[in-house]
């Protein structure tokens, strides 16, 4: 593996890997040809037992969690199920937010399939979100998100929903242009959790790109 395929690394230690996903590069392969380039299959090539724990959309920077064997895949995996990881993200959106923070608990339900697209369904799965608003300005457009749940375009979903969609989202906001840094505005910038082997906080940062 070449060092200008590797994304950063942020933590890694006998059970796992945190990195620094770019935007733009899929967490795992897709259907297709053109979808085979990913972030697991590069790093699969220098480390072949690597697996992920979670994912990040394509369009989604930021820090992600893998795991070096599979005591460790199966360890980290009940963390998350238990929701015993926190995660952070930031986001600018296209519009200011209806306050200065909230939760949203809004039940989605895939509404389409290519490309998917999910929204508010009163039979579909719950999800719920933490946000504030960055700051005190009320016009502000930058936020933090905290996922309670972890359902695909959770983020992406919610924030359209309360008409404030992501920043240069090709799905949700795609009537309302693209970004001046022509990508998606949405950046996992911290996750924390226990250690399951070493009993540990780990917490990881990666610094806003936008």
Request: with cysteine.
């Amino acid at each position: 593996m070449r060092a200008s395929d590797a994304p950063p690394l942020l933590h890694q230690d006998p059970w796992l890997l945190v990195v620094d996903k770019p935007a733009g590069l899929l967490s795992q392969p897709g259907l297709g040809p053109e979808l085979r380039d990913s972030l697991i299959t590069r790093l699969q090539r220098q480390e072949p037992g690597l697996a992920l724990v979670h994912r990040l959309d394509r369009d989604t920077s930021g820090v992600l969690l893998l795991a070096r064997t599979p005591e460790s895949l199966r360890a980290l995996s009940a963390l998350f199920a238990a929701r015993r990881v926190h995660k952070l993200y930031g986001a600018d959106v296209c519009a200011p937010p209806p306050g200065l923070g909230g939760c949203i608990d809004v039940p989605l339900a895939r509404l389409q399939r290519h490309p998917p697209r999910y929204g508010a369904d009163p039979d579909g799965r719950a999800c719920r979100t933490r946000w504030r608003l960055s700051g005190r300005d009320a016009s502000s457009r930058r936020i933090w998100l905290q996922p309670l749940t972890g359902r695909s375009h959770q983020l992406r979903a919610h924030l359209a929903s309360l008409g404030c969609p992501i920043l240069g989202d090709p799905i949700y906001a795609a009537d309302q242009g693209r970004s001046a840094t022509g990508r998606m505005h949405l950046h996992a910038t911290a996750l924390s959790l226990r250690h399951p082997f070493t009993g540990e906080r780990l917490r990881c940062r990666s610094a806003m790109p936008f």
